[in-house]
């Protein structure tokens, strides 16, 4: 009797530390809202997870409810990825999700690098480019509240970059050529409230 007591408590103590045979997605890289992921962006991890979590994230079977949604909220490298993080094609797409534009702006223009992923910007045009009611040399509010959906500043290149490239979702494709056309004629500028905190990189 003793003797298969001893033996249930190796067999439990063996499965408690024999290795996770549950996989779970994660992200390879940092994945900005509106990437549309694609498999290389992820990887699979075995890890052990609470049932209460489990059911909120993506396992091994779930791949192809992963690859070709769309990011709604910054993802970190390594981290999980929840049902509340992506989004199919056909839920963000309509008149409400906005078109994406990306410009190179020099860094005061993008007040200096200062903006992460998830923030929200007004967009200010001067120069010949304005907003439909500003007058000539004025400048005029082209585009309230836009998203930043990703920033590249040249980080990690080991010299600083004199332009940073913004990729922003604004209203609709009518703001978005405004916002194309003010950027190649190197009249835009960005502003946001100080102190405001990303939206969407926490």
């Known amino acids: ?15 408690s530390a024999a290795a996770p ?22 990887a699979l991890v075995s890890i052990r997870l ?8 993506f396992g ?27 989004g199919s094609r056909r839920s963000t797409a309509g008149r409400d999700s906005g078109y994406a534009v990306a ?10 690098g200062l903006i992460a992923v998830g923030e929200r910007v007004d967009i200010i045009v001067t120069g010949r480019v304005l907003a439909d009611s500003a007058g000539p040399d004025t400048p005029g509010l082209v585009v309230a509240d836009a998203l930043v959906l990703d920033v590249d500043d040249g980080a990690g290149t080991g ?27 190197g009249a835009i500028t960005l502003i946001r409230p100080w102190g405001t905190s990303p939206q969407g990189s926490a």
């Open 159 to 185: 010299q600083p970059s004199g332009t940073v490239t913004v990729t922003l979702q604004v209203r609709d494709r009518s703001a978005a050529v405004s916002v194309a056309g003010a950027a190649d004629a």
């Open 103 to 112: 410009v190179e702006l020099d860094r005061p223009g993008a007040l200096n």
């Open 1 to 15: 009797m003793c003797g298969a007591a001893a033996l249930g408590l190796w067999w439990a103590f063996e499965q």
């Open 50 to 57: 609470p049932a209460e979590i489990d059911a909120t994230v």
């Open 21 to 42: 045979d549950t996989s779970y997605v994660v992200a390879r890289t940092r994945l900005a809202p509106g990437r549309v992921i694609e498999s290389a962006d992820v």
């Open 60 to 86: 091994e079977s779930d791949g192809n409810d992963v690859v070709g949604s769309v990011v709604l909220e910054a993802i970190h490298p390594g981290e999980l990825l929840t049902r509340g993080d992506v």
